[in-house]
């Protein structure tokens, strides 16, 4: 809480460093992103926190970043300005969030209160990893100046009401995520006329073909978010060949149905105007539709009819079935004939398996071309192909355990792959996108299980990176039923760790992946091989000392997918 009796120097940087409102239109329910708002840090008084803003699926607000008390610093603030008038007659805000179990304090400025450090303020607490609604009613704000609360001042005036943001000032240092689905004036109500059900939009519009492959598949949409659905007419479907319709309509076809029509949905509700200003859309089979704004087309389909709305977003129609690439990376190394020399590796190694479809990854395969491993010193292909730890080691630093395609690169900078402590960075130089120093020949191929940028240049691992290499001659044969079960529990680990992460939780994540390694380590240590076994106890020895609880999820991850390429029979 901010009843402070002397002045905080973190809230006063905070105030001070905004700048003055301007009218302006915000869109609070955050459908077409987070565009007009903006991050106010401690760094304007020397801090060190950190913030940052972004749209996450579904049309949610997310706020992420560090909270640092050194140098005085200590708070970490998102702000917008809103219209004056845009609360007028409001008897206060709600706001539907989904946080860390931390405090935050949502702050509103007003025309007829304007301070150089002064604000209303309303604390309110959160629960990790659940959304909720807060209610904060007008009425309930304090107005705060120099941290100091304003005894005398007046209610605060809706009618006023020129800028709105949320801060975390707790002083709790860590990491910090709070998502925002939506803010409203309290107890504002849905639309009388609610849409109806995608059943019934989509009988009304002729989709029976589409409808009636939603229910075979068991298609179910995302519960607490809109999305947006590409809707192919009865002709598209009829444009297919039969025997396709008729195996996706089979169970044996069931997983492959699921995955076409995953590819047809969008997270976020957009509409025609939103989706025509974008270059590509990641539907949620994690595959990219590419937009043409011209030709008014998504992925090669045109749309005959766009903003057709249901309770659970927006359905545009279109004339053409958009097929995903169906295809693992494995098989799609194979097919390349740019990459044989890349499949001829993968094969030696036997981790050919851990790009198949039988692992749904994601996975990122800087893929060097045939060229690339012609341009290694003479000899080098050759002992690399007949010692296959190194090898691993080789090809491990050409695998990302994430996707990240072409637009991302740059934004993320670098991303850590299997090898070991292993990164690799990403520049544009000379006007060309490079990966680890090479050249990206080609970009962003689409893979059941992840992506493929093709590369000129084969990464090089620094001597003796890993554990693996230092332990490449000691080691002892493998029980192939004990690496099965190690990978079986990797697996369960990295399906219930993977969403604690993502819900703000990388303590928990890490506390998950760390059970699953030491009961590896424990009860299957006799029937895995030296160098398999010192990678994890390394990564436990390393998350033992690792402050950071996201860096030691990640290096816990990492262990864990090393490990399953590392076994490979």
Same mark, same amino acid.
């Given at each position: 809480?901010?009843?402070?009796?002397?002045?905080?120097?973190?809230?006063?940087?905070?105030?001070?460093?905004?700048?003055?409102?301007?009218?302006?239109?915000?869109?609070?329910?955050?459908?077409?992103?987070?565009?007009?708002?903006?991050?106010?840090?401690?760094?304007?008084?020397?801090?060190?926190?950190?913030?940052?803003?972004?749209?996450?699926?579904?049309?949610?607000?997310?706020?992420?970043? %560090?909270?640092?008390?050194?140098?005085?610093?200590?708070?970490?603030?998102?702000?917008?300005?809103?219209?004056?008038?845009?609360?007028?007659?409001?008897?206060?805000?709600?706001?539907?969030?989904?946080?860390?179990?931390?405090?935050?304090?949502?702050?509103?400025?007003?025309?007829?209160?304007?301070?150089?450090?002064?604000?209303?303020?309303?604390?309110?607490?959160?629960?990790?990893?659940?959304?909720?609604?807060?209610?904060?009613?007008? %009425?309930?704000?304090?107005?705060?100046? $120099?941290?100091?609360?304003?005894?005398?001042?007046?209610?605060?005036?809706?009618?006023?009401?020129?800028?709105?943001?949320?801060?975390?000032?707790?002083?709790?240092?860590?990491?910090?995520?709070?998502?925002?689905?939506?803010?409203?004036?309290?107890?504002?109500?849905?639309?009388?006329?609610?849409?109806?059900?995608?059943?019934?939009?989509?009988?009304?519009?002729?989709?029976?073909?589409?409808?009636?492959?939603?229910?075979?598949?068991?298609?179910?949409?995302?519960?607490?978010?809109?999305?947006?659905?590409?809707?192919?007419?009865?002709?598209?479907?009829?444009?297919?060949?039969?025997?396709?319709?008729?195996?996706?309509?089979?169970?044996?076809?069931?997983?492959?149905?699921?995955?076409?029509?995953?590819?047809?949905?969008?997270?976020?509700?957009?509409?025609?105007?939103?989706?025509?200003?974008?270059?590509?859309?990641?539907?949620?089979?994690?595959?990219?539709?590419?937009?043409?704004?011209?030709?008014?087309?998504?992925?090669?389909?045109?749309?005959?009819?766009?903003?057709?709305?249901?309770?659970?977003?927006?359905?545009?129609?279109?004339?053409?079935?958009?097929?995903?690439?169906?295809?693992?990376?494995?098989?799609?190394?194979?097919?390349?004939?740019?990459?044989?020399?890349?499949?001829?590796?993968?094969?030696?190694?036997?981790?050919?398996?851990?790009?198949?479809?039988?692992?749904?990854?994601?996975?990122?395969?800087?893929?060097?071309?045939?060229?690339?491993?012609?341009?290694?010193?003479?000899?080098?292909?050759?002992?690399?192909?007949?010692?296959?730890?190194?090898?691993?080691?080789?090809?491990?630093?050409?695998?990302?355990?994430?996707?990240?395609?072409?637009?991302?690169?740059?934004?993320?900078?670098?991303?850590?792959?299997?090898?070991?402590?292993?990164?690799?960075?990403?520049?544009?130089?000379?006007?060309?996108?490079?990966?680890?120093?090479?050249?990206?020949?080609?970009?962003?191929?689409?893979?059941?299980?992840?992506?493929?940028?093709?590369?000129?240049?084969?990464?090089?691992?620094?001597?003796?990176?890993?554990?693996?290499?230092?332990?490449?001659?000691?080691?002892?044969?493998?029980?192939?039923?004990?690496?099965?079960?190690?990978?079986?529990? $990797?697996?369960?680990?990295?399906?219930?760790?993977?969403?604690?992460?993502?819900? *703000?939780?990388?303590?928990?994540?890490?506390?998950?992946?760390?059970?699953?390694?030491?009961?590896?380590?424990?009860?299957?240590? *006799?029937?895995?091989?030296?160098?398999?076994?010192?990678?994890?106890?390394?990564?436990?020895?390393? *998350?033992?000392?690792?402050?950071?609880?996201?860096?030691?999820?990640?290096?816990?991850?990492?262990?864990?997918?090393?490990?399953?390429?590392?076994?490979?029979?």
């Amino acid at each position: 809480m901010l009843l402070a009796t002397s002045i905080q120097p973190w809230l006063l940087a905070c105030l001070l460093a905004a700048p003055l409102p301007q009218s302006a239109s915000v869109d609070l329910e955050f459908n077409q992103g987070t565009r007009g708002w903006s991050t106010v840090l401690d760094g304007v008084m020397g801090g060190l926190s950190t913030g940052a803003i972004a749209a996450a699926d579904g049309g949610v607000l997310r706020f992420t970043g %560090d909270l640092s008390l050194e140098n005085n610093g200590g708070f970490s603030q998102m702000r917008t300005n809103v219209e004056e008038g845009s609360f007028a007659g409001e008897r206060g805000l709600a706001l539907r969030v989904r946080g860390d179990g931390r405090e935050y304090q949502f702050d509103v400025r007003v025309s007829n209160a304007r301070m150089m450090a002064g604000a209303y303020q309303k604390v309110f607490a959160t629960r990790a990893g659940e959304w909720i609604t807060v209610e904060l009613p007008f %009425d309930e704000f304090r107005l705060f100046n $120099f941290g100091r609360e304003m005894r005398n001042a007046g209610r605060l005036d809706p009618a006023k009401v020129e800028s709105i943001g949320i801060t975390l000032g707790d002083k709790k240092a860590g990491p910090f995520a709070l998502e925002v689905d939506w803010i409203r004036p309290l107890g504002a109500r849905e639309p009388a006329s609610k849409a109806a059900d995608l059943a019934t939009v989509a009988g009304d519009a002729g989709l029976t073909t589409l409808l009636a492959l939603v229910k075979v598949a068991g298609l179910e949409l995302p519960r607490d978010a809109k999305v947006t659905i590409f809707a192919p007419t009865n002709d598209a479907f009829a444009n297919l060949p039969r025997e396709t319709v008729e195996f996706l309509a089979s169970a044996k076809g069931k997983s492959t149905l699921q995955a076409v029509l995953k590819h047809h949905v969008v997270a976020g509700p957009l509409d025609s105007a939103a989706l025509l200003n974008r270059r590509g859309l990641r539907s949620l089979s994690g595959q990219t539709l590419e937009i043409d704004a011209e030709r008014l087309q998504v992925d090669g389909a045109g749309i005959v009819a766009a903003d057709v709305a249901f309770d659970g977003g927006l359905v545009h129609v279109i004339d053409r079935v958009m097929m995903p690439e169906l295809r693992p990376i494995e098989a799609l190394l194979t097919a390349d004939p740019r990459l044989a020399t890349l499949r001829q590796a993968v094969e030696a190694a036997g981790i050919g398996a851990q790009l198949g479809a039988e692992n749904p990854g994601p996975w990122t395969v800087l893929a060097p071309s045939n060229e690339a491993f012609a341009a290694l010193p003479a000899g080098a292909l050759e002992a690399l192909l007949a010692d296959r730890q190194q090898l691993l080691d080789v090809l491990t630093g050409h695998v990302i355990p994430s996707a990240v395609r072409r637009e991302q690169l740059l934004g993320v900078g670098s991303a850590r792959t299997l090898m070991g402590e292993g990164s690799v960075e990403f520049k544009l130089v000379d006007g060309r996108l490079t990966a680890g120093g090479a050249g990206i020949v080609a970009a962003d191929i689409e893979a059941a299980n992840g992506v493929v940028h093709v590369i000129d240049r084969v990464l090089l691992p620094k001597p003796a990176a890993t554990p693996l290499a230092e332990l490449k001659r000691e080691q002892t044969p493998i029980d192939p039923q004990q690496a099965t079960r190690v990978a079986a529990l $990797f697996a369960r680990a990295i399906e219930r760790g993977v969403p604690l992460f993502n819900a *703000g939780e990388p303590a928990a994540c890490a506390a998950v992946y760390e059970v699953a390694i030491t009961a590896a380590v424990e009860l299957c240590a *006799g029937g895995l091989d030296r160098s398999a076994l010192a990678l994890l106890q390394d990564a436990l020895r390393k *998350g033992a000392s690792e402050p950071s609880d996201r860096e030691r999820a990640w290096l816990y991850r990492r262990a864990m997918d090393r490990f399953e390429f590392a076994t490979a029979p």
